[in-house]
């Protein structure tokens, strides 16, 4: 099984902040990966697909980059509303592994 | 929109079986796949397996062959999730969630199932 590391674990940053969030993969998987952002007591939301394809209705401030074994999601510019735990998922080959997830908190 | 709802709530005891259903109120199973997924008090996402909601074909992670079975009722656009012989550590919330064929995600999901093992 392809395996999923995500650094850093946890961060705590200003509003405004530049944000960056790792994800490596234990192998080659172009470029099917997903984001995803998971509120307390909510289920996931997808936030991009294909590993820089933003969904609709995200804000742009959100960004996805990478290829291969490593990926970065980037949110330019952090806001309160961004506090979340998130995740990353590939899609190259069964099973369908999720990093182990980054928590984002407001300094 | 196309939204997925879940059953609700479970309490069970250790080796009992659970089942969870997920609907699609209105929107016919067609063209996508229905994917379970479970998160531990705390934990991260994990990964259960698929249902293909239109020829019933399955694919199990390894972890739970022999103990889950996914299912589908297309007649009431309605996927199942039965896990058997139950312990504490299947205490989770259950997601089921979609994804088109060919689409590098999951989308949308469902509210969550949360299930409870207990003696």
């Known amino acids: 099984a392809i395996q999923l590391t995500q650094s850093p674990s946890s961060l705590s940053a200003s509003v405004g902040d530049r944000v960056t969030i790792a994800c490596r993969a234990s192998q080659g998987i172009s470029t099917d990966l997903a984001w995803y952002q998971q509120k307390p007591g909510e289920a996931p939301k997808l936030l991009m697909s294909?590993?820089?394809t933003l969904q609709n209705g995200v804000p742009s401030r959100f960004s996805g980059s990478g290829s291969g074994t490593d990926f970065t999601l980037t949110i330019t510019s952090l806001q309160p509303e961004d506090v979340a735990t998130y995740y990353c998922q590939q899609f190259n080959s069964y099973p369908f592994t999720f990093g182990p997830g980054t928590k984002v908190d407001m300094k | 929109q196309v939204q997925l709802v879940q059953s609700g709530a479970e309490v069970k005891k250790p080796g009992a079986s659970m089942r969870v259903s997920c609907e699609a109120p209105?929107?016919?199973?067609?063209?996508?796949?229905i994917h379970w997924v479970r998160q531990a008090p705390g934990q991260g996402l994990e990964w259960m397996g698929y249902?293909?909601?239109?020829?019933?074909?399955?694919n199990y992670a390894e972890k739970f062959q022999g103990r889950v079975t996914m299912t589908r009722d297309t007649s009431i656009n309605t996927a199942y999730m039965e896990l058997r012989r139950l312990t504490s550590d299947d205490s989770a919330i259950y997601y089921c969630?979609?994804?088109?064929?060919?689409?590098?995600?999951?989308?949308?999901w469902g509210q969550g199932t949360l299930v409870t093992v207990s003696s």
């Open positions: 969630v979609r994804r088109d064929i060919g689409f590098l995600g999951f989308d949308p």
């Open positions: 209105g929107h016919p199973f067609s063209g996508y796949l």
């Open positions: 249902v293909n909601p239109k020829s019933g074909g399955t």
């Open positions: 294909a590993a820089s």
